[in-house]
């Protein structure tokens, strides 16, 4: 059975960090694009990070540029989204997804179509 189990989210200060974790099971991990999307209270779902099969290619929003990480570890099939210097805007759900496709496609660009797996999400707060 195929799942995406999100874990690491939690209650965090301003300026403070968290390092989200997406694992995989049921499928070939290391033939999927990972991206990290988020939904914020009142807000449609937002996508914030993507990491390419082999971790060469990744793509962030500009709205987490510099302050954002993905990384990827295939043997482990386990892709991190590290968080610095966090935000009130940054809290919300944070769901991470699986694509079947390569660098360049729909998907390297945010588009929820080409997800073809996700997962239940974790919750990030964000308050002093």
């Known amino acids: 059975q195929l799942h995406l189990v999100e874990s690491g989210g939690g209650l965090v200060q301003p300026g403070g960090s968290l390092r989200l974790s997406c694992k995989g099971s049921g499928f070939t991990f290391d033939r999927y694009g990972i991206g990290w999307f988020r939904r914020a209270p009142g807000k449609e779902r937002e996508g914030v990070a993507c990491?390419?099969?082999?971790?060469?290619?990744?793509n962030y929003a500009d709205s987490v540029l510099g302050r954002f990480t993905i990384s990827r570890d295939n043997a482990e099939n386990t892709v991190y989204l590290q968080i610095d210097t966090l935000k009130p805007e940054d809290a919300g759900t944070y769901y991470c997804?699986?694509?079947?496709?390569?660098?360049?496609?729909?998907?390297?660009?945010?588009?929820?179509?080409?997800?073809?797996?996700w997962g239940q999400g974790t919750q990030v707060t964000v308050s002093s």
């Open positions: 997804a699986a694509a079947d496709g390569g660098y360049g496609r729909a998907w390297y660009y945010f588009k929820e179509y080409d997800y073809t797996y």
């Open positions: 990491i390419t099969r082999s971790g060469l290619n990744k």
